[in-house]
T-cell receptor, first 113, second 116 residues
Framework: EAQVTQNPRYLITVTGKKLTVTCSQN?????MSWYRQDPGLGLRQIYY???????DKGDVPEGYKVSRKEKRNFPLILESPSPNQTSLYFC????????????FGSGTRLTVV | AQSVTQLDSHVSVSEGTPVLLRCNYS??????LFWYVQHPNKGLQLLLK??????LVKGINGFEAEFKKSETSFHLTKPSAHMSDAAEYFC??????????????FGAGTQVVVTP
């Protein structure tokens, strides 16, 4: 089944403790992206990648890192999480990056205390 | 730059009555427009999309939307609401011809409540 898999689904952590949210897709998509969802703000793009070793900042990149060493994987790294990064995170992939054919993961709910 | 405004943060309808969710967009070129739905504690599901073909777009679960370039609108409608339509709905624009290539710009969302 074609899908984007995120792990973990839920995570509670403490301020400053580094964490990684994994994202993997099995559709051979070139374009991958991370979004965060906050009430009243919709989803906002954090980082995106157009191909292996090609990443760029989205609208809200501060406090996050990403890497794209393999086509299928696009992990989101929080080096020193803070409470304002408490949010619902979605990974997505797409064939073309034009908006069509986007597939979203199921989401990761992160709480930083 | 592209942007999306959803004109209602909350909409309450009675079961069996029409649903209207309003969306206005701003885009430099011809955009692609989408409506996504998110049920409680679920991921995002694509309802329908407009990509410069027919201006009236039909989606899943009886929803449809009309692209009106002169009004820069892409309102979502359904003739008869069902209890299962209770969810949050997002209007989304993607403008591939600008430096926003590949980015989906989301509206703030409209929470739909359906009462019996």
């Amino acid at each position: 089944e074609a899908q984007v898999t995120q792990n973990p689904r839920y995570l509670i952590t403490v301020t400053g403790k580094k964490l990684t949210v994994t994202c993997s897709q099995n559709m051979n998509h070139e374009y991958m992206s991370w979004y965060r969802q906050d009430p009243g703000l919709g989803l906002r793009q954090i980082y995106y990648s157009m191909n292996v070793e090609v990443t760029d900042k989205g609208d809200v990149p501060e406090g996050y890192k990403v890497s794209r060493k393999e086509k299928r994987n696009f992990p989101l790294i929080l080096e020193s999480p803070s409470p304002n990064q408490t949010s619902l995170y979605f990974c997505a992939s797409s064939t073309t990056g034009t908006g069509e054919g986007y597939t979203f993961g199921s989401g990761t709910r992160l709480t930083v205390v | 730059a592209q942007s999306v405004t959803q004109l209602d943060s909350h909409v309450s309808v009675s079961e069996g009555t029409p649903v209207l969710l309003r969306c206005n967009y701003s885009s430099s070129y011809s955009p692609s427009l989408f409506w996504y739905v998110q049920h409680p504690n679920k991921g995002l599901q694509l309802l329908l999309k407009y990509t410069s073909a027919a201006t009236l777009v039909k989606g899943i679960n009886g929803f449809e939307a009309e692209f009106k370039k002169s009004e820069t609108s892409f309102h979502l409608t359904k003739p008869s609401a069902h209890m299962s339509d209770a969810a949050e709905y997002f209007c989304v624009v993607s403008d591939w011809a600008t430096d926003s290539w590949g980015k989906l710009q989301f509206g703030a969302g409209t929470q739909v409540v359906v009462t019996p």
